[in-house]
């Protein structure tokens, strides 16, 4: 069983960035794929990036391809996503989410662990 802790979001102009971090409790996070997901009000939960457990593949949605990077630190049981030239629509809470197969996987139901989330607010 892990516990993931999300930080690292808040308030930004559009245009700006932010790095996201997600603390990971446990012994085995190095044996995780890993992701994130946003979820804006009334909307679904999307898939944002992911990461395989070694870090050596990484999957991006298509709506932050070329702004975002999944990067993670096995060393420091964290994963990190920095969001550039963020946009008034990347505005929702981002969620941390650990799956126990190595491999990426860009549906929730693939991820076993999920953190509280961080909101993100992109101010225009």
């Known amino acids: 069983q892990v516990q993931l802790v999300e930080s690292g979001g808040g308030l930004v102009q559009a245009g700006g960035s932010l790095r996201l971090s997600c603390a990971a409790s446990?012994?085995?996070?190095?044996?995780?794929?890993m992701g994130w997901f946003r979820q804006a009000p009334g909307k679904e939960r999307e898939f944002v990036a992911a990461?395989?457990?070694?870090?050596?593949?990484?999957y991006y949605a298509d709506s932050v391809k070329g702004r975002g990077t999944i990067s993670r630190d096995n060393a420091k049981n964290t994963v990190y996503l920095q969001m550039n030239s963020l946009k008034v629509e990347d505005t929702a809470v981002y969620y941390c989410?650990?799956?126990?197969?190595?491999?990426?996987?860009?549906?929730?139901?693939?991820?076993?662990?999920w953190g509280q989330g961080t909101q993100v607010t992109v101010s225009s």
């Open positions: 989410a650990a799956r126990v197969s190595p491999g990426v996987a860009v549906r929730p139901v693939a991820y076993d662990y």
């Open positions: 446990g012994r085995t996070f190095s044996s995780y794929a």
């Open positions: 990461i395989s457990r070694g870090g050596g593949s990484t």
